[in-house]
């Protein structure tokens, strides 16, 4: 009993954290990231400026950023829902740490995740008081999906299982799954780094990049991690060729993910008993290199552009998913 309730704690929280991510997306796609200018509220509010007296008096203490209430509200609703996250994490915590539940493993995920919830705050907050500094902002996307992943995998331990269950059938895979889990993780970090610094329409045309194969790039300052503080980064602050330099970077990882995980996907399809895997696999990775393209192809929309971030996640899902089924101990 206390395993299943375990179990559908962890799996409401991880769809709490898919749709933080999404919405987190959304509001840094909008150009909202800096709509609430101090932390955690908003112009000194619980929620935002609403009335005329109150956008007045937060417009007189936060005159360097006026306020915008469409920008405001969408802040404050992802955090708010990235509060309720917090507590539901706190709530696994004190489930799993009953003397009811003996599973070591749930207690150390549990304990881990909830150090990763306190962390992915502090971010949060560093990436409004820090004025979306590019390595704060990818570091609080990776550790948004670090919680998702987590919460996936705590659900997956402590699913009831209501038959025998093994993973025999995936876990000839298993290397080839951990190889491309690894890749995604470099791409989806290079995806962070391309929407941090306003680089996803450095190269406005597809497949070529300013009309051309190869135009002008700077590596170097393109990825130079840590940048001076004090710097107001909303908009980017980079030059045209550091920003191709990354969104080229971001291109040439699709294709390497492409080709892992397609050949992944097309080994699974190729036996029955691993069909579902390759089709689910499959399916993501279609979807995710089809709404890339429609962002440069249609000058990113946003919901095309929050899908992608979406269907991101869901894709690393399904690897999580996939490293969990290929554990021939797993039951």
């Known amino acids: 009993m206390m395993t299943s309730k375990l179990y559908r704690l962890a799996l409401l929280a991880a769809a709490v954290a898919f749709v933080v991510i999404v919405l987190g997306?959304?509001?840094?796609?909008?150009?909202?990231?800096l709509g609430c200018p101090d932390?955690?509220?908003?112009?000194?509010?619980?929620t935002w400026p609403d009335s005329a007296a109150e956008v007045l008096q937060a417009n007189e203490a936060?005159?360097?950023?006026?306020?915008?209430?469409?920008?405001?509200?969408?802040?404050?609703?992802?955090?708010?829902?990235?509060?309720v996250l917090v507590l539901l994490v706190v709530a696994i915590n004190v489930l799993a740490w009953r003397p009811a539940n003996r599973s070591a493993g749930a207690?150390?995920?549990?304990a881990v995740l909830l150090l990763l919830i306190l962390?992915?705050?502090a971010l949060g907050m560093w990436t409004v008081t820090l004025k979306l500094k590019p390595i704060i902002v990818m570091a609080h996307l990776l550790g948004g999906l670090a919680t998702f992943s987590l919460l996936l995998w705590l659900a997956f331990r402590t699913r009831p299982l209501d038959g025998p269950h093994d993973g025999l059938a995936y876990a000839p895979y298993r290397p080839a799954v951990i190889a491309g889990l690894l890749v995604l993780l470099v791409q989806l970090a290079l995806g962070g780094w391309t929407s941090a610094n306003y680089a996803a329409l450095?190269?406005?045309?597809?497949?070529?990049?300013?009309?051309?194969?190869?135009?002008?790039?700077?590596?170097?300052?393109?990825?130079?991690?840590?940048?001076?503080?004090?710097?107001d980064y909303e908009g980017g602050v980079l030059d045209l060729p550091s920003r191709v330099a990354i969104h080229l970077t971001h291109r040439i990882g699709a294709v390497i993910t492409l080709g892992v995980l397609g050949l992944l996907a097309l080994a699974l399809l190729r036996r029955p008993a691993t069909r579902p895997g390759g089709a689910l696999?499959?399916?993501?990775?279609?979807?995710?290199i089809t709404l890339g393209i429609l962002n440069v192809v249609l000058f990113l929309p946003l919901p095309v552009a929050a899908a992608h971030n979406g269907t991101g996640a869901l894709l690393l899902g399904a690897m999580i998913w996939l490293l969990h089924r290929s554990n021939p101990r797993h039951v």
Request: proline residues 7%; hydrophobic residues 40%; contains cysteine.
């Open 62 to 83: 936060f005159p360097e950023r006026p306020v915008e209430f469409e920008k405001a509200w969408k802040e404050m609703v992802h955090r708010y829902l990235a509060g």
């Open 107 to 110: 207690r150390g995920l549990a």
């Open 119 to 121: 962390f992915q705050a």
């Open 281 to 288: 696999l499959g399916t993501l990775l279609a979807a995710q």
């Open 39 to 46: 932390w955690p509220g908003c112009y000194g509010q619980l």
């Open 25 to 33: 997306a959304y509001v840094r796609l909008s150009h909202a990231g």
């Open 202 to 231: 450095a190269c406005p045309d597809f497949p070529t990049c300013q009309q051309q194969w190869w135009p002008e790039t700077n590596f170097s300052e393109g990825f130079i991690l840590w940048r001076e503080i004090g710097v």
